[in-house]
């Protein structure tokens, strides 16, 4: 197995570890991890869905190096291995920081925003991560039907953005106003 594929697979259980850390330490402290749709439902799992299936092709991938019909260069497996690190370190970082405040979905408790950390640069790092991972896959598993499920599951996530970010201007008003006005939505 390439190193790079070791490396791919090294990522992913990063990306797993934090979220169990973080899945417990929410469960804990009686908070849930799963909040309400921000959008559609059907749109909104669709999403999550298309996400969460390229990267499974990606890890596919891996596993499976002659896997595919088109034969990866070398250097692209290195360059797509490195787009998921980048995401797997934000990603990480967006979740911690987020803290109890983390949901799948939007939150029915009182949350605060969050704009310090990792906030202070992108308003969105953890769909920055999830775009960045998709990318990745795309690149290292240059399938069609893994470039559709990223295509879609994009698009969704910024629809999703959209709707959060509706949500958030109602809930902290000016003070989320100011934010925007500081930090731009994705990087």
């Given at each position: 197995?390439?190193?790079?594929?070791?490396?791919?697979?090294?990522?992913?259980?990063?990306?797993?570890?934090?979220?169990?850390?973080?899945?417990?330490?929410?469960?804990?402290?009686?908070?849930?991890?799963?909040?309400?749709?921000?959008?559609?439902?059907?749109?909104?799992?669709?999403?999550?869905?298309a996400?969460?299936?390229?990267?499974?092709?990606?890890?596919?991938?891996?596993?499976?190096?002659?896997?595919?019909?088109?034969?990866?260069?070398?250097?692209?497996?290195?360059?797509?291995?490195?787009?998921?690190?980048?995401?797997?370190?934000?990603?990480?970082?967006?979740?911690v920081?987020?803290?109890?405040?983390?949901?799948?979905?939007?939150?029915?408790?009182?949350?605060?925003?969050?704009?310090?950390?990792?906030?202070?640069?992108?308003?969105?790092?953890?769909?920055?991560?999830?775009?960045?991972?998709?990318?990745?896959?795309?690149?290292?598993?240059?399938?069609?039907?893994?470039?559709?499920?990223?295509?879609?599951?994009?698009?969704?996530?910024?629809?999703?953005?959209?709707?959060?970010?509706?949500?958030?201007?109602?809930?902290?008003?000016?003070?989320?106003?100011?934010?925007?006005?500081h930090?731009?939505?994705?990087?």
């Amino acid at each position: 197995m390439p190193l790079h594929s070791l490396l791919v697979l090294l990522a992913f259980t990063t990306c797993g570890l934090v979220l169990l850390v973080m899945a417990f330490l929410l469960k804990r402290d009686n908070h849930g991890l799963l909040g309400n749709p921000s959008i559609e439902k059907f749109y909104f799992y669709s999403g999550k869905i298309a996400i969460f299936t390229c990267w499974a092709l990606f890890i596919v991938k891996a596993l499976l190096p002659k896997h595919g019909y088109i034969q990866v260069p070398e250097f692209l497996s290195w360059i797509a291995t490195g787009i998921l690190w980048a995401g797997t370190i934000i990603f990480s970082f967006a979740v911690v920081d987020l803290g109890q405040s983390l949901k799948v979905g939007l939150p029915d408790q009182h949350t605060k925003l969050k704009t310090s950390g990792i906030y202070r640069f992108s308003r969105n790092p953890i769909y920055v991560a999830v775009i960045l991972i998709a990318i990745g896959s795309c690149l290292y598993f240059p399938d069609l039907i893994n470039i559709s499920f990223a295509a879609y599951g994009i698009f969704i996530h910024h629809k999703i953005i959209m709707a959060e970010e509706l949500f958030l201007k109602g809930r902290f008003g000016k003070e989320y106003e100011y934010y925007c006005h500081h930090v731009r939505r994705y990087i």
